[in-house]
């Protein structure tokens, strides 16, 4: 699995828009990009994925650039629940078969949300 | 729909001694996988399991071994524990066939003395 960079943390102000970066530069063509975050005594939480377009759901978005070297997680009106720990993932997408349940975890981005 | 569930949620044990922890996967999943998480660090994977069967091992050694259950649950088994043993254990699950997304349990905090 291709290795990932993210910042080990970052501030936001409640209601904005938190932007989370991770530069994923020798991601290959069939690596997907996944977004895991922690909040603190909890296990992860999957938040969203993508392989090349762009990806909205109702927790975040995902834009990952045309090169697909790095990505960007968006929350667009952050909340102090959203403190937690933000996690970039890159792997193999497909069925356990193919891809197992495989998750290779870096320290992530620590976010915290300030009221 | 209850998620995934693992006990105990936290552990005591000293040096030398054998644990094992539990975890029943969310409803319709038959897949399973086991992290280790020491303090301040992300998840390190140990292995996953399906059909009663280890599919899938990460870099840890034989000490820590696993079992699925006809009923998709499953124990992961540490023996002769260690200090540096001492983390938060979790448990994911997912459905086989659709493998994108993992739902985690909130863990079993592990103390070695």
């Known amino acids: 699995d291709a290795k990932t960079t993210q910042p080990p943390s970052m501030d936001c102000a409640e209601g904005r828009a938190a932007n989370l970066p991770c530069n994923h530069s020798?991601?290959?063509?069939?690596?997907?990009v996944y977004w895991y975050r922690q909040i603190h005594s909890q296990g992860p939480q999957y938040i969203i994925h993508?392989?090349?377009n762009n990806e909205t759901n109702e927790m975040a978005s995902l834009i990952i650039t045309e090169d697909r070297k790095s990505s960007t997680l968006i929350l667009p009106h952050a909340t102090l629940r959203d403190t937690a720990v933000y996690y970039c993932?890159?792997?193999?997408?497909?069925?356990?078969?193919?891809?197992?349940?495989?998750?290779?975890f870096g320290e992530g981005t620590q976010l915290t949300v300030n009221p | 729909d209850a998620g995934v569930t693992q006990s105990p949620t936290h552990l005591i044990k000293t040096r030398g001694q054998q644990v094992t922890l539990r975890c029943s996967p969310k409803?319709?999943?038959?897949?399973v996988s086991w992290y280790q998480q020491a303090l301040g660090q992300g998840p390190q994977f140990i292995f996953q399991?399906?059909?009663?069967?280890?599919?899938q091992r990460g870099n840890f050694p034989d000490r820590f071994s696993g079992h699925q259950f006809p009923n998709y649950s499953s124990e992961l088994n540490v023996n002769a524990l260690l200090l540096g043993d001492s983390a938060l254990y979790l448990c994911?699950?997912?459905?086989?066939?659709?493998?994108?997304?993992?739902?985690f349990g909130s863990g079993t905090q592990l103390s070695v003395l």
């Open positions: 994911a699950s997912s459905p086989r066939g659709v493998n994108e997304k993992l739902f």
């Open positions: 020798t991601i290959s063509g069939n690596e997907y």
């Open positions: 993508g392989l090349k």
């Open positions: 993932i890159v792997r193999v997408g497909g069925g356990v078969e193919t891809s197992g349940s495989r998750l290779t």
């Open positions: 409803s319709g999943h038959d897949t």
């Open positions: 399991y399906y059909e009663e069967e280890e599919r």
